[in-house]
């Protein structure tokens, strides 16, 4: 084992990268508090400058899954379709099987220039996720609390909101409503089959109000549906761990164009449209699993530098004081400092591993065991 590959496993290395992380998201959450004033002044300039700070936070995550776990990512498309990657503003649909998917799907909008001005509708418990939800607060991002009949204005009114945004977004909809696991996946197909739809395979049954209010509000400002279906070489089943231990994991995304005009207005029929085109993503993960490969043209988009200065500026300014401090309390000799200062190494270790527990499937919510049952 080298030298590189020995510190990527050690556990002191990954406080101080949570470290970074923490403290520098902190600084960013309260210039983004600053940058409040601006608001009523020019609210596209505010829309600007929080897109940048977003990003100097998100590509310190991109930043472990390219430069230091060594992921590759390859897309199948046609070229076509990834001439118009960052020049239009869409709407994502990727499938919810894995803990990292959306760091997949992070790195592919920071290589296309979309990262910082990329949205969600999320979960509204995320909101109060110190650093995630603070961090999307001010990007705008639309919260949900998955209930229909109180989402409704709420989401309406957020993504109307976003109809005059100034730099290209890509906003991601999970359809299936949660990550899948085999509970909810029994659940889902007997809704499916209660239904008369199509069981499916590899996928949830997708919720369609939300896809259908999106397609609604944002036509106009939205020129397509990216389909986006992923999946890992070696039936690996990757996770935010694995990445900070810089294990490399190979991902795979099939990435289809559906220009907007093609989907139907009528919410029932786009309803129909959204169930049609899950069952071709069973497909396609049938394919991959039969044959290791998605149809289409390879393309290994190459990872920009950004990431890596962003964090090496972060660490530079965070960490070389950090040590200054530290070095003081052990050269001082007090007990009570050295004490002081260890229950701030456990806290700040407790604090990144709460953060991390965000991702992970088993730790994730009961949405979708019951939820299931009931008329969407």
Not at 337 to 359: D, E, K, N, P
Request: net charge positive; glycine share 8%.
């Amino acid at each position: 084992m080298g030298l590189i590959a020995f510190l990527k496993t050690q556990f002191i290395v990954h406080l101080l990268i949570g470290f970074v992380f923490v403290v520098s998201g902190l600084i960013i959450n309260f210039v983004q508090l600053c940058t409040l004033i601006f608001w009523p002044i020019n609210k596209q300039f505010y829309r600007r400058v929080n897109c940048r700070l977003a990003y100097s936070l998100w590509s310190q995550l991109v930043m472990l899954l390219e430069w230091w776990s060594g992921t590759e990512c390859t897309l199948f498309s046609d070229q076509a379709t990834v001439d118009k990657f960052g020049k239009e503003h869409v709407i994502i649909i990727l499938n919810h099987n894995f803990e990292i998917d959306f760091l997949c799907g992070w790195t592919m909008t920071e290589r296309f220039g979309v990262l910082g001005s990329s949205k969600v509708l999320a979960k509204k418990e995320l909101l109060y996720v110190p650093l995630i939800g603070w961090t999307w607060y001010f990007l705008e991002i639309v919260f949900c609390k998955r209930k229909w009949e109180e989402d409704r204005d709420t989401v309406i009114e957020g993504l109307k909101r976003l109809s005059d945004y100034p730099e290209y977004m890509w906003f991601l909809l999970y359809c299936e409503g949660t990550r899948f696991t085999e509970t909810k996946h029994r659940i889902s197909m007997e809704v499916a089959e209660s239904k008369g739809l199509p069981k499916l395979k590899y996928h949830l049954l997708p919720r369609t109000k939300g896809f259908t209010t999106a397609v609604q509000c944002l036509r106009g400002t939205v020129s397509a549906v990216y389909d986006v279906t992923l999946n890992f070489r070696g039936n690996k089943n990757p996770s935010l761990l694995g990445i900070l231990y810089g294990k490399k994991y190979e991902a795979d995304m099939c990435v289809r164009r559906f220009p907007l005009e093609d989907i139907p207005e009528n919410e029932k029929e786009a309803a129909n449209w959204l169930h049609k085109l899950y069952q071709e993503k069973d497909a396609l993960q049938e394919m991959y699993n039969q044959k290791g490969i998605f149809p289409g043209h390879q393309l290994k988009p190459p990872r920009r530098p950004w990431t890596l200065l962003n964090f090496l500026f972060w660490a530079t300014v965070l960490l070389s004081p950090l040590f200054t401090f530290g070095f003081g309390i052990f050269a001082s000799g007090s007990p009570l400092l050295i004490l002081a200062f260890l229950g701030f190494v456990g806290a700040a270790s407790f604090g990144v591993r709460r953060l991390i527990g965000v991702t992970e499937i088993e730790k994730g919510s009961s949405y979708g065991n019951q939820e299931f049952k009931k008329k969407e």
